[in-house]
């Protein structure tokens, strides 16, 4: 039972576009969610998060929206980079089951030139 | 101010073999997180704990597994009678006092565990 779905295993996108990355959930009690990158052989690197009181956080480049009703995430890029190619995880945590993060599957971004 | 830092990055074992993953977090982060990943998958939750306790074990396989975290020293985690089910990337993270509001779980490299 996956709690956490990443839909699209990947995406391409052009140097200076929007990158979108979607993410959606099925446990209501999740109240706090992170956005990861991630590079082969590599640990993931914290990039963004946001509270389930908020519908959006924004850190530079980088937007997460939230929509509650919808279960339903978005990390987007803008303008995307090369050095942005990785993959991305999306993750949530419950308030009531203590600090662990319920990850995604992952989407494969890479950014072309 | 060193991040989390994981050892060995690569170990390989025979079926049979124990296998030790050792973790040290940030400094001043004194709770530790266990995480592992299988191919094309994403991190699934192993183990929560802090200095001398385990807090939450649920993602713990019942056998072979077990952690600690003890006073003096970096997290292990100790897979026993190694498998070729566990040949798998084990990821370890660490975040603050949670007390208050959520704290951003910051992750190591990793370790890579081939079993043969």
């Known amino acids: 039972d996956q709690q956490v779905k990443q839909n699209s295993p990947s995406l391409s996108v052009q140097e200076g576009r929007i990158s979108i990355l979607n993410c959606d959930y099925t446990n209501s009690m999740f109240d706090y969610f992170l956005w990861y990158k991630k590079y082969p052989a590599e640990g993931p690197t914290f990039l963004i998060s946001i509270s389930s009181i908020k519908d959006k956080n924004e850190d530079g480049r980088f937007t997460v929206f939230l929509n509650k009703s919808a279960k339903h995430l978005s990390l987007h890029i803008v303008p995307s980079q090369p050095g942005d190619s990785a993959v991305y995880f999306c993750?949530?945590?419950?308030?009531?089951?203590?600090?662990?993060?319920?990850f995604g599957g992952g989407t494969r971004l890479m950014v072309k030139p | 101010n060193a991040g989390v830092m994981q050892n060995p990055r690569h170990l390989v074992r025979r079926r049979g073999q124990e296998a030790r993953l050792r973790c040290s977090p940030m400094k001043g982060h004194s709770h530790v997180y266990w995480y592992r990943q299988l191919p094309e998958e994403g991190l699934k939750f192993m183990v929560y704990?802090?200095?001398?306790?385990?807090?939450?074990e649920s993602g713990m396989p019942k056998e072979r597994f077990s952690a600690e975290f003890p006073k003096e020293g970096p997290s292990i985690l100790r897979i026993q009678q190694v498998v070729r089910g566990d040949s798998a990337a084990y990821f370890c993270?660490?975040?603050?006092?949670?007390?208050?509001?959520?704290?951003?779980?910051?992750f190591g490299a990793g370790t890579r565990l081939s079993v043969l």
């Open positions: 993270a660490s975040s603050h006092d949670r007390v208050g509001a959520k704290n951003i779980q910051y």
């Open positions: 993750a949530a945590s419950a308030g009531n089951a203590g600090n662990m993060l319920t």
């Open positions: 704990l802090q200095k001398e306790n385990i807090i939450d």
